[in-house]
């Protein structure tokens, strides 16, 4: 098996402290920059699986890193420099307690508390009737707290200017990005023959100025179809195909794990994990539109991160 990289412990010069989340490893160096490694981690159902995907890190970071390049005429990012595959390097923000999602058709977690009678979703009404894969008169926003542990939490826009989570003139500049970043997306999308279904955006502020941050558009954050036989399918009440780590959760489903009481997590093994692999891979290579590179030195990926990054650091003294 091709080795993942599933943990991190750097100690880069000016380093501050480090936060270890679901999938990435955020240092933070002299309370300015922030240096997000995209580890080969993966979740679902808010628990980390207990094997990592190769080249998964790489896949996500490559796929954030160009289309933050790609909108960053809509609104500033974070994104400074890529200085090794796996690694981002960015401007240090204060990032709001809320993440902004945005949707365009009835699919996932909308249509499951859809199909069980839900027709309002954060403050939004739904129309009667709707079909599962269908799309939305028009995309709307779904806005979730972000939680530093467990699920995340449905609120409406009202709820959260009202409880003083974000200022309402934030919270307008955060809406206007986050519809313009999704028109955008689905533009680029398109000229791949997919349909961007929905993706979240993360926001934070630096300056006194609203800065998206994190990543953006990658299958782990967004959720894609493919758009030939997406009508045909449509109207025959057929599951789309789609690109998105929806597969990894609907795995886990058939081995009945859905992270409930008194389930056990199933045997992820070698064979298994390159099998996610290689869909990631091929994700990265119909999302941008290029052959996926594999990252060289992959032997101690550790130590080639830790190089890249140190000599980056360099340059910013």
């Known amino acids: 098996m091709t080795k993942a990289l599933t943990r991190t412990d750097f100690h880069f010069e000016g380093q501050k402290s480090v936060y270890h989340g679901k999938v990435r490893d955020v240092y933070n160096i002299n309370d300015d920059l922030m240096v997000m490694v995209a580890t080969d981690r993966i979740s679902a159902f808010d628990v980390i699986l207990p094997k990592g995907i190769p080249y998964k890190g790489q896949v996500l970071n490559q796929i954030a890193a ?99 989570i974000v200022a ?33 955006y993360e926001f934070g502020k630096r300056d006194g100025k609203v800065y998206l941050i994190d990543e953006i558009h990658t299958p782990d954050s967004s959720r894609y179809f493919y758009a030939d036989g997406y009508e045909e399918k449509l109207a025959k009440g057929e599951p789309q195909r789609q690109l998105s780590k929806e597969f990894v959760r609907q795995w886990l489903i058939e081995h009945d794990f859905m992270n409930e009481p008194g389930q056990v997590m199933p045997e992820i093994t070698d064979e298994y994990a390159d099998s996610v692999s290689a869909r990631y891979i091929e994700l990265y290579e119909h999302i941008i539109g290029e052959r996926f590179e594999k990252a060289a030195d992959n032997d101690d990926i550790a130590a080639r991160i830790e190089h890249n990054v140190s000599e980056y650091l360099k340059t910013r003294r």
């Open 168 to 200: 309402e003139e934030d919270y307008k500049v955060m809406e206007d990005y986050t519809r313009k970043l999704f028109a955008r997306g689905q533009e680029i999308a398109a000229r791949q023959g997919l349909i961007l279904v929905d993706t979240k």
């Open 66 to 164: 160009k289309f933050l390049d790609a909108t960053s005429d809509i609104c500033p990012n974070w994104k400074l420099a890529t200085p090794d595959p796996m690694v981002t390097v960015g401007l240090k923000c204060e990032g709001f307690r809320v993440e902004m999602i945005i949707r365009s058709i009835l699919t996932g977690s909308a249509w499951r508390e859809y199909k069980n009678g839900c027709r309002e979703l954060c403050g939004v009404r739904l129309p009667d009737g709707m079909k599962e894969n269908e799309r939305f008169p028009e995309p709307f926003i779904t806005p979730t707290t972000k939680a530093d542990e467990g699920h995340d939490l449905n609120i409406s826009r009202e709820e959260i200017i009202a409880q003083g």
